[in-house]
């Protein structure tokens, strides 16, 4: 079988390679969807602080630049710093986390009432209370001591810990000795 071509005629499938070479080098190509825009980030960091119970949304600060995220202001726990650093690193689209917020409880409290509320949180949560810990305070830093069973016993002390109003950081040198 012979083929003839009309003169001025060009198949179909070589437009289309032509195009696929073209399009991109004259950068009219299709913008990538999968990039996703700093304002974009910045918007689903917010509304996750505003359904989070733990992070007091009107205290945070969030800009976005290049993907980097970068939170700053004041919170009144160690947990909801932490937390919001847990939120942004969750969100799609994030490449790197500066982390400037400051736990700043709304009036200052003693080391020895910051330690009172350690002991107290600890004995009042109903996992934690069994567990041998010293809490030392200086200046709103917390040092624990001690020995637990498990892991999972260990994180959960340091959590009842971060909850704390007063907590500025939380040293941990609790160890684990399985039974």
């Known amino acids: 079988m012979k083929t003839i071509f009309r003169q001025g005629f060009i198949p179909p499938a070589l437009k289309v390679m032509v195009l696929m070479v073209a399009l991109p080098s004259l950068g009219l190509a299709k913008v990538d969807q999968n990039v996703i825009r700093d304002k974009d980030i910045t918007v689903a960091i917010e509304s996750r602080f505003l359904v989070d119970q733990t992070v007091p949304s009107n205290g945070i600060d969030v800009h976005t630049d290049n993907g980097v995220v970068m939170l700053s202001g004041e919170v009144p726990t160690l947990l909801a710093r ?80 971060r909850s704390v109003k007063g907590v500025q950081s939380l040293r941990s040198r609790i160890t684990v000795n399985p039974p």
């Open 82 to 161: 932490e937390r919001a650093g847990k939120i942004v690193a969750s969100i799609r689209g994030v490449q790197a986390l500066i982390n400037t917020i400051a736990v700043n409880p709304t009036s200052r409290i003693g080391d020895e009432e910051v330690r009172f509320k350690v002991i107290a949180a600890l004995a009042a949560d109903p996992a934690s209370d069994s567990y041998e810990i010293t809490v030392q305070v200086s200046q709103g830093r917390v040092m624990l001591t001690g020995t637990v069973e498990s892991w999972q016993e260990k994180q959960l002390t340091e959590e009842v810990v």
